[in-house]
């Protein structure tokens, strides 16, 4: 287990059981930096976006968040104006504990949608976590985030004299009920506010964006990025040495938590990498990347190891590009399956390219490469099979 | 068994097996209607459409087709040029048989995509396929179309003194491996072309599309209306007094067809109507309806017969269409689950309107009622639970 959001110096953080969750396991988390801590953030685009989400959302845009008060068990979403104050009083109580201003504490939930927090037993937890808080609490913080994820998801990085770190949550864009992706990254870089937006923008958004499990865009997705200068008062800006390794650093962080988080995906055997190039633009490339990723036939097929080229040219075909047949070329891992559009007749044929092709697509991770001509766009996004076990997850749990 | 495609005068249909598919069943059909026959079409918009696709839209443009050539086993796409000569090779050889021009033999294929027709098989059984047509062939024209179908698929409907008829395939939008939805609905009015195409974009295009099994367009998906005019020669014309009956026994007959087809999707327990109003128009209506429809996670809830409104209203935000989340009403059956964008407090509560809404998704149909404002904007789309058996269907079953 890494240290994770407290790998960097200038924050501390803890986890604790507040009784949020019917599993009893820790349930509420806070991060909190040093005075003078920078913050960024990315938000999930769902119109239906919980309460925490419109208030970080505010107070970020307003210049502030120093520390996260991060709960699991209750999403808050879908609970109207109840929502909204239970999103207020929260993070006012932790602000009073911890001597900040209210609109330093930036509130994430995470678990079922519509049903209220469980203020009274969140309250009565505050006391004891904003002592517990300490540089040694990153593990405990990743763990009280969780939800439906089978493991903690965390990671590091040095860029430089500079520390990143960085925790996960969510089984996938979405876990089902527990309607969340969370991800918290800190630096103890000091970077201006409007420069670590930047960074967030540049080094996390494609990254998370590149994520598919199910298609379900949530309603809490929440990504912070977070700055505490701990390591030096010298600014980190673009044009400085310093600006690169870092930003190094951050993707390298956001690739081992979304590599974590994809591999601990809803019932995934498995992990699907999609890679299209040729395209007309890299949004054209990302659309029919996530046809292919989020197709269910696409995906059924990896799980029952059955390549299936047909399955991916009616994916590309019908994703809403303009593509032209004839210019396709797929490969699922180094095996031509498909040229000019056509698979080949020798496909068909016993002992031949398929059973390539199935080798190539047995294993705990596949790539399917996918040419559509002669553009500069590409696009790399990240899937999984569905499984038995998806459905039993999201069929069989009931909130 | 209903006569289907041959309950309307001036149609012989058969049916025989040419061995095209290992199963050894029926899987080469032909319609042929009498001189005269007007037709019109529907074809998938997936730009990678198989080959007899191009060829009908084709000679459908041209004014021709009055004969259908049906083969299951081979979906004649992403096979290239070959592809294009083999759909012309066995429509010229149709049309030699049967005294017509190559032109009006109007070819269908469906089943796997990308392996050639197995040709020498078909060509040997179309003599003794043109033979056997017949005015009772209606019933081995609906099974030998049938791929993964579990039952055939025929229709008919009586409009004052005319008869319209049809049959359908596809186990949903699409059926996987064998990828393809077709249908075909006849008449014996006496119809103008361009009056039999206003009749299918009118009566039969916003049904089929209102069908999704699992949000995958097919790359061979065919909707075929053909009018033999056998019962008289009297023109049915828009304006004349004949065409209101007419259009709505054509659309009586779609109705049957798609229900038939939903209520035979792969893997289905629960087929789901999802009927979204006040929408800004009736595209936004079919946009959140198919979001809705369509959601790996409320597709698990259904099957899991949990009623869980978080994921409808989490849908219906990430669907891309404008919505505010506080003019939203959603109810599962009569009950309401979420009101203005909230879902009761009381859902949560042991006894209470969950259970009603347990009671309410349980069941072999289950409808999901969702208002989004005050516009005129309404759409129903007819979707299915996601189950343990789609998985099977198409994650075991290999090509």
Redesign the interface.
């Known amino acids: 287990m890494r240290a994770g959001v407290t790998y960097a110096a200038g924050f501390r953080a803890a986890g604790v059981v507040a009784g949020l969750k019917p599993s009893g396991r820790p349930d509420l988390a806070l991060l909190v930096g040093d005075a003078g801590t920078t913050a960024a953030g990315l938000f999930t ?5 919980a309460a925490p989400v419109h208030l970080a959302r505010s107070r970020l845009v307003a210049g502030c968040g120093t520390a996260v008060l991060v709960n699991s068990g209750q ?1 808050n ?4 104006s ?1 929502g909204d104050e239970d999103a207020l009083t929260c993070t006012a109580e932790v602000a009073s504990l911890l001597a900040l201003a209210p609109e330093d504490v930036l509130p994430c939930s995470t678990g ?5 927090v469980h203020m009274p037993e969140l309250l009565a937890a505050l006391p004891g976590l904003t002592e517990a808080v300490s540089p040694e609490g990153g593990e405990s913080f990743a763990e009280a985030i969780m939800t439906t994820d089978t493991v903690a998801k965390s990671a590091d990085a040095d860029a430089g004299g500079y520390r990143v770190g960085g925790a996960a949550k969510g089984v996938g864009m ?1 876990s ?2 527990l ?1 969340t992706m969370l991800a918290f990254v800190t630096t103890d870089a000091a970077v201006a506010r409007g420069d670590l937006a930047t960074l967030a923008h540049a080094e996390l958004r494609p990254r998370f964006n590149a994520l598919t499990v ?6 809490n997705d929440t990504v912070l990025l977070l700055a505490s200068g701990a390591a030096g008062d010298d600014r980190v800006a673009p044009g400085e040495s310093t600006w690169g390794a870092l930003s190094e650093a951050i993707g390298a962080v956001a690739d081992s938590l979304v590599s974590q988080l994809i591999h601990d995906a809803e019932g995934v055997t498995t992990v699907t990498l999609v890679r299209v190039e040729g395209a007309a633009s890299d949004q054209d490339a990302r659309t029919i990347a996530k046809a292919v990723a989020d ?3 696409v995906k ?2 990896v ?2 190891s ?1 390549p ?4 991916i ?6 994703s809403g590009v ?5 210019l ?1 070329d797929v490969w699922i891992g180094d095996v031509p399956v ?1 040229t ?4 080949p ?1 020798a ?2 044929v016993a002992g031949g390219l398929r059973g390539s092709a199935e080798t190539a697509i047995a294993g705990p991770e596949v790539t399917m490469r996918i040419r559509v001509g002669e553009g500069s766009g590409r696009s790399l996004v990240l899937g999984c099979d ?3 076990d ?3 997850i ?6």
Not at 45 to 49: L, S
Not at 112 to 116: A, N, S
Not at 308 to 311: L, S
Not at 313 to 318: C, D, E, K, T, Y
């Open positions: 685009t769902n119109r239906v976006a999403a979403a879908a609970t109207g109840r079922v949608i519509g049903e209220p979405i089902p009920n309607a199910d298609a379900c865009m949530s309603t197709s269910p036939l059924t097929a799980f029952g059955d299936n080229p047909g399955r040219l009616q994916a590309v075909g019908s303009e593509v032209s047949p004839s396709i498909a000019g559009g056509v698979i007749p496909y068909f569905l499984s038995y998806y459905v039993k999201n069929g069989e749990y009931t909130t």
